[in-house]
């Protein structure tokens, strides 16, 4: 399995923004399909945003798009997820999710490998 560390997650205010990285083990990083995930309290997880193998394509969820960004830098095996215009409803532990056969989906079952999480929180 890939190994994912996150980092970046913190106490903002409403409005503000955040970036949180993925740093991905493997020497075939550019050939992974990157995900992000979030779970609020008492809530499942759901899907946030991927970027295909190559970094080209990607997806959002409706609640975040034109807020976020994902992005990938292969070279540093990399995987980013800007957020701006936070809000309250954003609070949420973030996974970041690996898919080292390439394969792209905003269900989790399409993704082996996935880091600690990272907490953020956005108050009001």
């Known amino acids: 399995q890939v190994q994912l560390v996150e980092s970046g997650g913190g106490l903002v205010q409403a409005g503000g923004s955040l970036r949180l990285s993925c740093a991905a083990s493997?020497?075939?990083?550019?050939?992974?399909?990157m995900g992000w995930f979030r779970q609020a309290p008492e809530k499942e997880r759901e899907f946030v945003a991927y970027?295909?193998?190559?970094?080209?394509?990607?997806r959002y969820a409706d609640s975040v798009k034109g807020r976020f960004t994902i992005s990938r830098d292969n070279a540093k095996n990399t995987v980013y997820l800007q957020m701006d215009s936070l809000s309250t409803e954003d609070t949420a532990v973030y996974y970041c999710?690996?898919?080292?056969?390439?394969?792209?989906?905003?269900?989790?079952?399409?993704?082996?490998?996935w880091g600690q999480g990272t907490q953020v929180t956005v108050s009001s």
């Open positions: 999710a690996c898919s080292s056969t390439g394969s792209w989906s905003v269900y989790e079952s399409a993704y082996e490998s």
């Open positions: 493997g020497r075939t990083f550019s050939t992974y399909t």
């Open positions: 970027i295909i193998r190559g970094g080209g394509s990607t």
